[in-house]
């Protein structure tokens, strides 16, 4: 495994872990819990980010810096549009499947999909076997 594609897990398991906990504690507590709620939220926001970017590169390894740039450039914003429909379908379903009036549930539910999404995802590339190129 790569430098690269270790920091891409790191930082993709650190953002999923970060908004999995902020949603989990609002959810437990039925309350905000500032001033660590925004460390939390913008921890794993800038995690995510950086996840985005760095994915793109892992999986893109080995490959010509042609690919390779069309692939981040490519991969980036699918990322994030990713991340942003799973967050959306999340409150969704909390909107629909939930009637109660825990503020974690109802309001947490977009954060706590995408942070198990990063996660998914984190383990998912951590458990990829690159195979060596073969030679031209």
């Given at each position: 495994?790569?430098?690269?594609?270790?920091?891409?897990?790191?930082?993709?398991?650190?953002?999923?872990?970060?908004?999995?906990?902020?949603?989990?504690?609002?959810?437990v507590?039925?309350?905000?819990?500032?001033?660590?709620e925004?460390v939390?939220?913008?921890?794993?926001?800038?995690?995510?980010?950086?996840?985005?970017?760095?994915v793109p590169?892992?999986?893109?390894q080995?490959?010509?810096?042609?690919?390779?740039?069309?692939?981040?450039?490519?991969?980036?914003?699918?990322?994030?549009?990713?991340?942003?429909?799973?967050?959306?379908?999340?409150?969704?379903l909390?909107?629909?499947?939930?009637?109660?009036?825990?503020?974690?549930?109802a309001?947490?539910?977009g954060?706590?999909?995408?942070?198990?999404?990063?996660?998914?995802?984190a383990?998912?590339?951590?458990?990829?076997?690159?195979?060596?190129?073969?030679?031209a």
């Amino acid at each position: 495994m790569t430098k690269i594609t270790r920091i891409a897990i790191a930082a993709a398991a650190a953002g999923g872990a970060l908004w999995t906990v902020k949603a989990a504690i609002i959810t437990v507590r039925d309350a905000g819990f500032d001033p660590l709620e925004g460390v939390f939220f913008i921890g794993g926001l800038l995690a995510v980010v950086a996840a985005a970017l760095l994915v793109p590169l892992a999986l893109s390894q080995g490959r010509r810096p042609l690919a390779r740039g069309a692939a981040v450039i490519a991969g980036v914003p699918l990322l994030v549009a990713a991340t942003l429909a799973v967050e959306a379908l999340g409150k969704t379903l909390a909107e629909e499947l939930y009637a109660g009036g825990n503020l974690g549930i109802a309001q947490e539910s977009g954060i706590l999909l995408c942070g198990l999404a990063w996660l998914a995802g984190a383990i998912l590339l951590g458990s990829r076997r690159v195979r060596p190129r073969a030679a031209a």
